[in-house]
């Protein structure tokens, strides 16, 4: 089935450090969306790509969706304590009657010592 | 503020006892999911309910069922809970419009069985 991989797994970084999130698949994703979930919390909407190649910036963040849409990244620049959490790629589901369907990674989990 | 509601929070049930989970809506969405998420794993879907439509993921076990009576409200049972299930149950809805599904979840409920 369609399937993505996200690396690393774990990322733990000075605060302050730059810190990226990689999110791969073999086919061609239609669209790729993020979520944050914190320790405890439930994942939260971050951003959606759509277009080949679009960078989108919020903030500290940099999403990015590659040219051939089988990849995308999350950059976070200088990290703070607050950016700890797990962050998950999620496409969406590529095949008819599942519409709107998210297939998740398995989530990077960021530590940031302060 | 409108919102995805989950009750309760945390439940505790004995194995083989039956338990209903509940999620309702402020939101007016269409769409409605129930995730499994077990600790640092991805959320896992198990069904969704496009209006009345029921759509089962073909790797959900039978004995997790679901019933939408209304628009706000979706119910997760689990007619005979194994220690296997213990888990976090997310609910999460989105409105199809146009290409964006940003999904929007709740806080949980953390299922413990003994």
């Known amino acids: 089935g369609q399937q993505v991989m996200q690396i690393p797994q774990y990322q733990h970084v000075q605060e302050g450090e730059d810190f990226t999130t990689y999110c791969n698949s073999s086919?061609?994703?239609?669209?790729i969306q993020w979520y944050k979930q914190r320790p405890g919390g439930h994942p939260v909407f971050l951003i959606q790509?759509?277009?080949?190649?679009e960078v989108k910036k919020q903030k500290r963040l940099t999403f990015q969706f590659g040219e051939a849409k089988k990849n995308s990244s999350l950059h976070i620049t200088a990290t703070q304590t607050t950016d700890v959490g797990t962050y998950f790629c999620?496409?969406?589901?590529?095949?008819?009657?599942?519409?709107?369907?998210?297939?998740f990674g398995k989530g990077t989990k960021l530590s940031v010592k302060p | 503020d409108a919102m995805v509601i989950q009750n309760p929070r945390y439940q505790v049930t004995q194995f083989g006892k039956p338990v209903t989970l509940s999620c309702s809506q402020t939101?007016?969405?269409?769409?409605m999911y129930w995730y499994q998420q077990k600790s640092s794993q991805a959320p896992k879907l198990l069904f969704h309910?496009?209006?009345?439509?029921?759509?089962n993921e073909a790797d959900t076990p039978d004995n997790f069922q679901s019933r939408r009576p209304n628009t706000s409200f979706c119910f997760l049972d689990i007619r005979s809970p194994g220690l296997g299930d213990a888990a976090m149950y997310l609910c999460a809805t989105s409105r199809l419009a146009g290409v964006t599904y940003e999904q929007y979840f709740g806080p949980g409920t953390r299922l413990t069985v003994t």
């Open positions: 999620a496409p969406t589901r590529d095949y008819g009657g599942s519409q709107g369907n998210l297939i």
């Open positions: 939101l007016n969405h269409n769409v």
């Open positions: 309910y496009y209006d009345k439509d029921f759509n």
């Open positions: 086919t061609t994703l239609s669209n």
């Open positions: 790509l759509v277009k080949s190649g």
